[in-house]
Nanobody, 114 residues
């Protein structure tokens, strides 16, 4: 079955960097676009970035700071996060959509604080 496992979260100071990973299994990874979402305390889950085969798109608030990438040989999607701000604090999830089915990972916590 489809499994998505995120890792790489943690506590980082403002201005710092983190790289999140999402290891996928149970489907042909290279055939699907992959997305990152995040959910801050008390807020709804929001879309962060998506990567298809080569094209990437981002929410305005992270443009120029975050980079989404993928390694199809490793069935992994990444989110490189630079110049982190306290407002980036959230649980980060990866997501894949297959037809009418939406699959989520368990999430990884990112906390940006001094």
């Amino acid at each position: 079955q489809v499994q998505l496992v995120e890792s790489g979260g943690g506590l980082v100071q403002p201005g710092g960097s983190l790289r999140l990973s999402c290891a996928a299994s149970g489907f042909t990874f290279s055939r699907y676009g992959m997305s990152w979402y995040r959910q801050a305390p008390g807020k709804e889950r929001e879309w962060v970035a998506t990567i298809a085969s080569a094209d990437a798109s981002y929410v305005d608030s992270v443009k120029g700071r975050f980079t989404i990438s993928r390694d199809n040989a490793k069935n992994t999607v990444y989110l490189q996060m630079n110049s982190l701000k306290p407002e980036d604090t959230a649980v980060y999830y990866c997501r894949v959509v297959q037809g009418l089915r939406v699959y989520w990972g368990q999430g990884t916590q990112v906390t940006v604080s001094s």
